[in-house]
C-alpha cells in the first residue's frame, strides 16, 4: 500500500464501497406475506371501537415495544417526526409556551413545537456526548417553559438524571427522541422510558426500519389517549367515546398501515443483533485510532450504553495542523465516507433566523399570547456551532453487514492521513 494520500494522487485504501441498505429478511417477508394474503392494508377506522386502534399488525408491534422497554403504553405512528408532534400535543403545548430543544438534531425536534404554535428555545450542546447540555438548559428556563425535548443524538443518552432533576424542578415534561439511540441505556434503563414520553423512528435510515414509521412509549395512559387522538382525527372520536376526562385533541392522519407493522415487527427481532453488532465495530474502531494525537474517537460515560448509530470522531485542528474539512476530504479519497459535522444548527435556517413560523403573520413567534422575545442569530450556541463547522467527522461505518477487516480500511485510512500530514498542509491554513 502506498504511503502517498491519495488526495495528492497516490492509491486510495479501499476501493469497495460501504454497505449502507437496510438487512431485509425472511422474518420481514413472511410478516408482510401475510399482510398481503389478508388483504387488510390498514386496519384504522377514525370512530369508535377497536379500529380505533389500528390493525393486528399495528397493535402486535405495539405490544412488542411494550414488553421490550417494559412501559404500559406504545402507540405506533407513521414516522418520528408524526410522534414528536403528537407527543407535544399530547402534554398541551400551544400558543404562548416555551420548549426548550438543542440546536443539534433533525429538523423535526423542533418544528414539531412549531406545529403546535409553541417557540423551541435552543440550549447548547456537551461537546463531549454532542446531546444537549443540562447546565445550558436550565439557563434557558423561563415561566413559558412547559417541556424539554432531550435529543440522543448519534446513539448514546443525553444526561437524563441532571435533565429530570431540572424537570422536577421546574415542573416541566421531558420528551425523549430517541430515533438515533433504540436500545441505547443510561444508568440500566433503557432510553425513552425515563422522561414522560419517549419517540422511536423506523425510518429507512435507522437502526431498524420499515421505511418511514415510528413509535412513542409512555407509563402515563393520559398522554398515550392523547397521541392516539392525535394519530387518528381526535376531533371526530371525543364525543363519540367515553371518556373519564374528555380531552380536546385536534387531530392528524399518523396512522402507520399493516405492511409498513409488518416490516417493523420483522426488523425488531434482530434489534439486539443490530445493536451489538454497531457496538463490536464501533469498539473495535476505537481500539485502532485511539491514542492518535489531535484524533478523539466517540466518548461514552461508563453510565451509558451507546449504539453507535454513527460514528463521531473530533478533530483538533491545532494538534494535527490542518483543517477539518481538508482531513475529511483526505478521508473521502481514500474511500471512506464520512460528513463534515452533522446538520447545520436547526437555528441557523431561514424559518427561524426570519421568525416566520406559519407563511407571513410571523405565528408564532408575534402571536398575541407570546409575550416573550425570542430571536436567533449566529453565535446562540457557540459549542454547537464549534462542533459542526470546525471540529466534528460523523463516519456511518459502523454497521452490519460490514465486518473487522472493513474497520481496519477505516483506521488505515485515519493513520495513513495522520502520518502524512505534511502532504496536503499547504491545502490549509492553522
Same mark, same amino acid.
Given at each position: =500500500?502506498?504511503?502517498?494520500?491519495?488526495?495528492? @494522487?497516490?492509491?486510495?485504501?479501499?476501493?469497495?464501497?460501504?454497505?449502507?441498505? #437496510?438487512?431485509?429478511? $425472511?422474518? %420481514?417477508?413472511?410478516?408482510? &406475506?401475510?399482510?398481503?394474503?389478508?388483504?387488510?392494508?390498514?386496519?384504522? /377506522?377514525?370512530? #369508535?371501537?377497536?379500529?380505533?386502534?389500528?390493525?393486528?399488525? /399495528?397493535?402486535?408491534?405495539?405490544?412488542?415495544?411494550?414488553?421490550?422497554?417494559?412501559? !404500559?403504553?406504545?402507540?405506533?405512528?407513521?414516522?418520528?417526526?408524526?410522534?414528536?408532534?403528537?407527543?407535544?400535543?399530547?402534554?398541551?403545548?400551544?400558543?404562548?409556551?416555551?420548549?426548550?430543544?438543542?440546536?443539534?438534531?433533525?429538523?423535526?425536534?423542533?418544528?414539531?413545537?412549531?406545529?403546535?404554535?409553541?417557540?423551541? /428555545?435552543?440550549?447548547?450542546?456537551?461537546?463531549?456526548?454532542?446531546?444537549?447540555? #443540562?447546565?445550558?438548559? %436550565?439557563?434557558?428556563?423561563?415561566?413559558?417553559?412547559?417541556?424539554?425535548?432531550?435529543?440522543?443524538?448519534?446513539?448514546?443518552?443525553?444526561? =437524563?438524571?441532571?435533565?429530570?432533576?431540572?424537570?422536577?424542578? +421546574?415542573?416541566?415534561?421531558?420528551?425523549?427522541?430517541?430515533?438515533?439511540?433504540?436500545?441505547?441505556?443510561? !444508568?440500566?434503563?433503557?432510553?425513552?422510558?425515563?422522561?414522560?414520553?419517549?419517540?422511536?423512528?423506523?425510518?429507512? +435510515?435507522?437502526?431498524?426500519?420499515?421505511?418511514?414509521?415510528?413509535?412513542?412509549?409512555?407509563?402515563?395512559?393520559?398522554?398515550?389517549?392523547?397521541?392516539?387522538?392525535?394519530?387518528?382525527?381526535?376531533?371526530?372520536?371525543?364525543?363519540? =367515546?367515553?371518556?373519564?376526562?374528555?380531552?380536546?385533541?385536534?387531530?392528524?392522519?399518523?396512522?402507520?398501515?399493516?405492511?409498513?407493522?409488518?416490516?417493523?415487527? @420483522?426488523?425488531?427481532?434482530?434489534?439486539?443483533?443490530?445493536? $451489538?453488532?454497531?457496538? +463490536?465495530?464501533?469498539?473495535?474502531?476505537?481500539?485502532?485510532?485511539?491514542?492518535?494525537?489531535?484524533?478523539?474517537?466517540?466518548?461514552?460515560?461508563?453510565?451509558?450504553? +451507546?449504539?453507535?448509530?454513527?460514528?463521531?470522531?473530533?478533530?483538533?485542528?491545532?494538534?494535527?495542523? &490542518?483543517?477539518?474539512?481538508?482531513?475529511?476530504?483526505?478521508?473521502?479519497?481514500?474511500?471512506?465516507?464520512?460528513?463534515?459535522?452533522?446538520?447545520?444548527?436547526?437555528?441557523?435556517?431561514?424559518?427561524?433566523?426570519?421568525? !416566520?413560523?406559519?407563511?407571513?403573520?410571523?405565528?408564532?413567534?408575534?402571536?398575541?399570547?407570546?409575550?416573550?422575545?425570542?430571536?436567533?442569530?449566529?453565535?446562540?450556541?457557540?459549542?454547537?456551532?464549534?462542533?459542526?463547522?470546525?471540529?466534528?467527522?460523523?463516519?456511518?461505518?459502523?454497521?452490519?453487514?460490514?465486518?473487522?477487516?472493513? =474497520?481496519?480500511?477505516?483506521?488505515?485510512?485515519?493513520?495513513?492521513?495522520?502520518?502524512?500530514?505534511?502532504?496536503?498542509?499547504?491545502?490549509?491554513?492553522?
Amino acid at each position: =500500500m502506498s504511503s502517498k494520500l491519495a488526495i495528492s @494522487g497516490g492509491r486510495k485504501v479501499r476501493e469497495k464501497p460501504f454497505v449502507t441498505v #437496510p438487512r431485509i429478511g $425472511e422474518e %420481514e417477508k413472511k410478516h408482510v &406475506i401475510d399482510v398481503l394474503d389478508k388483504g387488510i392494508l390498514s386496519g384504522f /377506522v377514525a370512530g #369508535p371501537g377497536e379500529a380505533f386502534y389500528g390493525g393486528n399488525k /399495528v397493535k402486535e408491534l405495539e405490544g412488542k415495544f411494550r414488553d421490550y422497554f417494559n412501559v !404500559k403504553q406504545a402507540i405506533a405512528v407513521n414516522s418520528a417526526t408524526a410522534g414528536l408532534h403528537a407527543a407535544i400535543a399530547a402534554v398541551g403545548i400551544g400558543p404562548g409556551d416555551e420548549v426548550i430543544v438543542t440546536p443539534y438534531t433533525m429538523s423535526a425536534s423542533a418544528t414539531a413545537i412549531l406545529m403546535q404554535n409553541g417557540i423551541p /428555545v435552543f440550549a447548547d450542546i456537551d461537546e463531549k456526548t454532542f446531546c444537549v447540555d #443540562p447546565c445550558e438548559v %436550565e439557563k434557558k428556563i423561563t415561566s413559558r417553559t412547559k417541556a424539554i425535548i432531550a435529543v440522543h443524538l448519534f446513539g448514546q443518552s443525553a444526561d =437524563m438524571d441532571k435533565i429530570m432533576g431540572i424537570a422536577r424542578k +421546574h415542573k416541566l415534561f421531558v420528551i425523549e427522541d430517541c430515533a438515533q439511540a433504540p436500545a441505547a441505556k443510561y !444508568k440500566e434503563k433503557y432510553i425513552g422510558t425515563i422522561g414522560d414520553i419517549g419517540i422511536f423512528s423506523l425510518n429507512q +435510515h435507522k437502526i431498524i426500519t420499515c421505511g418511514e414509521g415510528g413509535v412513542a412509549v409512555t407509563n402515563n395512559d393520559e398522554l398515550a389517549l392523547n397521541i392516539r387522538l392525535v394519530r387518528n382525527h381526535g376531533e371526530v372520536i371525543i364525543d363519540k =367515546m367515553e371518556f373519564k376526562n374528555q380531552p380536546v385533541i385536534l387531530g392528524w392522519n399518523y396512522r402507520m398501515t399493516e405492511l409498513e407493522a409488518a416490516v417493523s415487527i @420483522g426488523q425488531f427481532s434482530r434489534l439486539d443483533a443490530l445493536t $451489538e453488532e454497531r457496538r +463490536h465495530l464501533a469498539e473495535y474502531l476505537t481500539s485502532k485510532i485511539k491514542g492518535i494525537e489531535g484524533i478523539v474517537p466517540p466518548f461514552a460515560p461508563d453510565c451509558n450504553e +451507546h449504539v453507535y448509530f454513527v460514528y463521531p470522531v473530533k478533530l483538533d485542528a491545532n494538534k494535527l495542523k &490542518i483543517k477539518r474539512d481538508v482531513f475529511a476530504a483526505a478521508l473521502k479519497a481514500e474511500g471512506i465516507p464520512c460528513a463534515t459535522g452533522y446538520v447545520r444548527p436547526i437555528y441557523l435556517e431561514p424559518t427561524y433566523r426570519n421568525l !416566520k413560523g406559519y407563511g407571513n403573520a410571523g405565528c408564532p413567534y408575534k402571536c398575541p399570547f407570546y409575550d416573550g422575545e425570542i430571536s436567533y442569530n449566529s453565535g446562540d450556541c457557540p459549542v454547537c456551532e464549534r462542533m459542526h463547522f470546525n471540529e466534528l467527522i460523523v463516519l456511518p461505518v459502523c454497521r452490519s453487514p460490514q465486518t473487522e477487516r472493513d =474497520m481496519d480500511d477505516v483506521a488505515e485510512a485515519v493513520i495513513k492521513i495522520a502520518n502524512n500530514i505534511d502532504e496536503i498542509k499547504e491545502k490549509t491554513e492553522i
